[in-house]
């Protein structure tokens, strides 16, 4: 999930090494164009043996670089002019070679010397590895990548999967999706840096026989989306998700539960180590008393099952009433079908927490866009309709500035 241009006014400098990856890098110029940025590449020597400079001049519409000694840059300084335009270097694919040049200080050929001398206080140098599973588990690579983080770089990956040399294991550059996501998330401002927050997402499944439930439309999206920006933000997030069919979003912690009951049970504990509880997940208010350990089946009477209900633990309103030291700040979401800020508003005080996001329930879920009203004690806010992503980030800047 992604808005649709995260990386307009970013200019990045995309450096190819040597690797079977490199096929891949040509996708993530076209992915980090279509998300508005502007992309200069530089390659190794090595690098043009697996692609050619044409075929990324061509997707990036931007002559490539492969020489320092390249006229084109004033003065025949490509290794300071490429550095002084860009927000990143982003390494991708970065071979055990050239993390070995990194980690040692050494400049062979333009892509090493331009990392060497970028302004380290305002470019970022990320590093995506590409190579063998024993080339990356060597003790060697490991303490090159170590120093490499050492001297700030951030490493994306790598992937674990099946690599080209028919081997199977860690290694394997990140798909040219993941590494853009990670990218977006490095240059979104670190807000929540050094807090906890707790989301709960998707609906809840309340078994009434080993084959039929109660359940709701929730999709997950919304809270996967404050997951994701959170993390973005910063954060160590632990997302507790029902039923849904989402992707984990990058360096998230995931726990999956089916019922209100699971989650209750999943939630309480972490309660009271998180700084911030969103409490996203449409989490039945009902469930059987009891479910039937078999099938329930039509027996031809026209008689209709008795079900006995019982009521669901109210999580949100329970982890509201922890005492102060270990009571985080409390979001919570109302999708209403009709009155929706006057329901929204009792919400917040029948729960007892500072914050409440309402929402139109039937005309968001499963939906990619929404708008929201933010509610609390002494304003509300409204926040237009945008993809839930944006309206993900926006949210996360507002209780931000509620922690302070």
Request: net charge neutral.
């Given at each position: 999930?992604?808005?649709?241009?995260?990386?307009?006014?970013?200019?990045?400098?995309?450096?190819?090494?040597?690797?079977?990856?490199?096929?891949?890098?040509?996708?993530?110029?076209?992915?980090?164009?279509?998300?508005?940025?502007?992309?200069?590449?530089?390659?190794?020597?090595?690098?043009?043996?697996?692609?050619?400079?044409?075929?990324?001049?061509?997707?990036?519409?931007?002559?490539?670089?492969?020489?320092?000694?390249?006229?084109?840059?004033?003065?025949?300084?490509?290794?300071?002019?490429?550095?002084?335009?860009?927000?990143?270097?982003?390494?991708?694919?970065a071979s055990a070679d050239f993390i070995a040049q990194l980690a040692q200080g050494r400049s062979g050929?333009?892509?090493?010397?331009?990392?060497?001398?970028?302004?380290?206080?305002?470019?970022?140098?990320?590093?995506?590895?590409?190579?063998?599973?024993?080339?990356?588990?060597?003790?060697?690579?490991?303490?090159?990548?170590?120093?490499?983080?050492?001297?700030?770089?951030?490493?994306?990956?790598?992937?674990?999967?099946?690599?080209?040399?028919?081997?199977?294991?860690d290694g394997r550059m990140l798909e040219p999706e993941q590494i853009c996501e990670q990218v977006i998330?490095?240059?979104?401002?670190?807000?929540?840096?050094?807090?906890?927050?707790?989301?709960?997402?998707?609906?809840?499944?309340?078994?009434?026989?080993?084959?039929?439930?109660?359940?709701?439309?929730?999709?997950?999206?919304?809270?996967?989306?404050?997951?994701?920006?959170?993390?973005?933000?910063?954060?160590?997030?632990?997302?507790?998700?029902?039923?849904?069919?989402?992707?984990?979003?990058?360096g998230v912690q995931r726990i999956n539960v089916q019922s209100a009951l699971q989650m209750h049970a999943?939630?309480?504990?972490?309660?009271?180590?998180?700084?911030?509880?969103?409490?996203?997940?449409?989490?039945?208010?009902?469930?059987?008393?009891?479910?039937?350990?078999?099938?329930?089946?039509?027996?031809?009477?026209?008689?209709?099952?008795?079900?006995?209900?019982?009521?669901?633990?109210?999580?949100?309103?329970?982890?509201?009433?922890?005492?102060?030291?270990?009571?985080?700040?409390?979001?919570?979401?109302?999708?209403?079908?009709?009155?929706?800020?006057?329901?929204?508003?009792?919400?917040?005080?029948?729960?007892?927490?500072?914050?409440?996001?309402?929402?139109?329930?039937?005309?968001?879920?499963?939906?990619?866009?929404?708008?929201?009203?933010?509610?609390?004690?002494?304003?509300?806010?409204?926040?237009?309709?945008?993809?839930?992503?944006?309206?993900?980030?926006?949210?996360?800047?507002?209780?931000?500035?509620?922690?302070?």
């Amino acid at each position: 999930m992604a808005s649709s241009k995260d990386l307009v006014g970013r200019h990045l400098v995309l450096g190819l090494t040597g690797g079977i990856a490199c096929y891949k890098s040509a996708e993530l110029v076209r992915e980090l164009v279509r998300q508005g940025a502007t992309v200069q590449v530089v390659m190794t020597e090595a690098a043009q043996q697996f692609i050619t400079p044409v075929t990324l001049q061509a997707l990036s519409g931007r002559p490539v670089f492969t020489s320092q000694w390249d006229e084109r840059a004033p003065a025949s300084m490509a290794h300071i002019d490429l550095s002084r335009q860009a927000d990143a270097i982003l390494v991708a694919p970065a071979s055990a070679d050239f993390i070995a040049q990194l980690a040692q200080g050494r400049s062979g050929e333009l892509l090493s010397l331009l990392c060497l001398a970028r302004p380290r206080e305002r470019c970022a140098l990320w590093v995506a590895p590409a190579m063998n599973r024993e080339m990356w588990s060597h003790p060697a690579t490991q303490r090159n990548v170590a120093q490499v983080v050492a001297d700030g770089a951030l490493v994306m990956g790598p992937g674990h999967g099946d690599q080209a040399c028919g081997e199977t294991g860690d290694g394997r550059m990140l798909e040219p999706e993941q590494i853009c996501e990670q990218v977006i998330a490095a240059l979104q401002p670190k807000v929540l840096m050094g807090r906890r927050v707790l989301v709960t997402a998707g609906p809840t499944f309340e078994a009434i026989d080993p084959v039929r439930g109660i359940t709701n439309l929730s999709s997950g999206k919304m809270g996967f989306a404050i997951a994701r920006a959170a993390a973005e933000a910063g954060a160590q997030v632990t997302l507790v998700a029902g039923p849904v069919h989402q992707l984990t979003p990058h360096g998230v912690q995931r726990i999956n539960v089916q019922s209100a009951l699971q989650m209750h049970a999943a939630v309480m504990p972490l309660a009271c180590t998180h700084d911030v509880f969103v409490a996203t997940a449409a989490v039945a208010d009902w469930r059987p008393a009891a479910a039937a350990t078999q099938k329930i089946k039509k027996d031809g009477s026209g008689q209709v099952p008795q079900i006995s209900m019982t009521e669901n633990p109210d999580i949100l309103a329970e982890v509201a009433r922890l005492p102060a030291p270990q009571r985080p700040y409390c979001v919570g979401f109302a999708a209403e079908s009709q009155d929706v800020t006057r329901l929204a508003r009792e919400k917040r005080l029948r729960k007892g927490i500072p914050m409440i996001v309402a929402n139109h329930g039937p005309s968001t879920f499963g939906q990619d866009d929404n708008a929201l009203w933010v509610v609390e004690e002494s304003q509300e806010t409204e926040v237009p309709r945008a993809d839930k992503l944006t309206l993900a980030r926006a949210l996360v800047q507002l209780v931000s500035r509620r922690l302070t």
